[in-house]
C-alpha cells in the first residue's frame, strides 16, 4: 500500500490561461463585431444626411441649367426659392457635424461650400456656360455621394450589404435622374434639343435604367422589394422623356413649358428620394439590430468567461491537496 499528494493548483493554473486566452480571442471578435455594427449604425445616419444636401443640390442644378439655357427668363423666381432651401437644409446638417462625427472628407465638402455663392453668382450674371455650371454641381454632389460611401462602412451581414449596395445604386440612379432634369429643363426653356442634349440624355437615361436595375436585383435578393419603376410618377416623366429623346432624331419638341417638364421630372425624383429614404430606414433599423445583437452576444460571453474563471478559482482555493491512497492489486498467493 502506498499514497501520494496531488496538487490541483498544477492542473488548474494552465486551464486559467487556457480560458483566458479563448475569453481574449472570444470577447476581442465581440468587441470588434459590436464596433462595427454601431460605426454602421451611425455613419448610415450621417450618409442619410448628406443625402440631405444632394437633394437640393440636384433641384438647384437643374433650377440652374434651365435659367441659363432661357437666358434668364425661365425659372427665375423657383431658383431663388431653391437656393434658400439648399442654405437651409446645409446649415442644419452642417451644424450638426461640430457635436459629431462629419464625413471623412469634411475638409472637401466644405470647401465646395465656401465656393456655392461664387458659382450663384456666376449663374445670376450669366458669366458661365451652362454646361459648366452643370459640371461644377455635379462635381459638388458626386464629392457628397462618396462621402456617403465612404460612411456606409462595409458590413459581414448579407442582408445589410446588399441593402447598402442597393442604397448606393439607387442614389446614384436619383442623381442620374436630376442630371436628366437640368438637361430636359435646358431643351426646353431653349426650345431646341441639339446635339449634345440628345445624346447627353439617351446615355442619363440608360445609366439611370442600369442603376435601378442594380439596386432592385440587390433589394430582391435581401428578401425586400423596391419596385420604384411602379410608382404612379414614373409613367407621366417616362413619357415625356421618350418624345424629347425623339425630337433629338428630327421630331416635334414635346408641347410642354421648362417649367412642366421640370415638374414631371421633380415628381419622378421625389418617388426616388422616397425610396431611399425607405432603404436607409431599413438600413438604419437592421444596423441598430446589429450593434444590440453584438452587445448582448458581448456580455452573454463575457459573463460565461468570468462564471468559468470564478469556478476555477474555487477549485483552487478549496484547499492546495489532499493524500490519496491506492492500494495494489493483491495477487494469488
Same mark, same amino acid.
Given at each position: ?160 450589404? %446588399?441593402?447598402? /449596395? #442597393?442604397? =448606393? ?8 435622374? &436630376? @442630371? $436628366? ?104 433599423? %437592421?444596423?441598430? /439590430? #446589429?450593434? =444590440? ?8 460571453? &463575457? @459573463? $460565461? ?29
Amino acid at each position: 500500500m502506498f499514497a501520494f499528494r496531488t496538487d490541483r493548483r498544477i492542473f488548474v493554473l494552465p486551464l486559467i490561461v487556457v480560458i483566458l486566452l479563448l475569453g481574449w480571442k472570444v470577447l476581442g471578435t465581440l468587441f470588434a463585431d459590436r464596433d462595427r455594427a454601431e460605426l454602421v449604425e451611425s455613419r448610415t445616419y450621417l450618409a442619410e444626411r448628406l443625402n440631405d444636401i444632394v437633394h437640393q443640390l440636384q433641384r438647384e442644378r437643374g433650377y440652374s441649367s434651365g435659367y441659363l439655357a432661357s437666358d434668364g427668363r425661365a425659372l427665375t423666381d423657383e431658383l431663388a426659392a431653391q437656393r434658400r432651401l439648399t442654405d437651409e437644409v446645409v446649415g442644419n446638417v452642417v451644424s450638426e457635424w461640430a457635436v459629431a462625427d462629419g464625413p471623412r472628407n469634411a475638409d472637401v465638402i466644405e470647401a465646395r461650400l465656401d465656393e456655392l455663392q461664387q458659382w450663384r453668382t456666376w449663374v445670376d450674371a450669366q458669366s458661365i456656360a451652362r454646361s459648366e455650371v452643370v459640371d461644377v454641381y455635379t462635381a459638388f454632389i458626386s464629392d457628397l455621394l462618396e462621402a456617403a460611401e465612404l460612411n456606409i462602412v462595409a458590413s459581414p451581414e448579407d442582408r445589410l450589404r %446588399l441593402l447598402i /449596395e #442597393a442604397s =448606393q445604386a439607387l442614389a446614384q440612379a436619383k442623381d442620374t435622374a &436630376g @442630371l $436628366q432634369r437640368a438637361t430636359g429643363a435646358a431643351a426646353f426653356a431653349s426650345q431646341d434639343m441639339d446635339a449634345e442634349l440628345h445624346l447627353t440624355l439617351v446615355s442619363l437615361a440608360a445609366q439611370e435604367a442600369a442603376f435601378l436595375e442594380l439596386a432592385e436585383g440587390n433589394v430582391q435578393g435581401s428578401g425586400w422589394h423596391l419596385a420604384v419603376n411602379q410608382s404612379e410618377n414614373f409613367a407621366p416623366m417616362d413619357r415625356v422623356r421618350r418624345d424629347l429623346i425623339a425630337a433629338g432624331y428630327g421630331g416635334s419638341m414635346p408641347d410642354i413649358s421648362a417649367e412642366s417638364w421640370f415638374a414631371l421630372s421633380s415628381d419622378w425624383i421625389n418617388a426616388l428620394r422616397r425610396a431611399e429614404n425607405q432603404l436607409a430606414s431599413e438600413i438604419a433599423d %437592421l444596423s441598430r /439590430e #446589429a450593434a =444590440q445583437t453584438a452587445t448582448s452576444n458581448l456580455i452573454s460571453n &463575457g @459573463l $460565461q468567461v468570468v462564471l468559468a474563471l470564478l469556478f476555477v478559482f474555487a477549485q483552487v482555493s478549496d484547499r492546495p491537496g489532499r493524500a490519496v491512497s491506492q492500494t495494489p492489486t493483491q495477487g494469488a498467493a
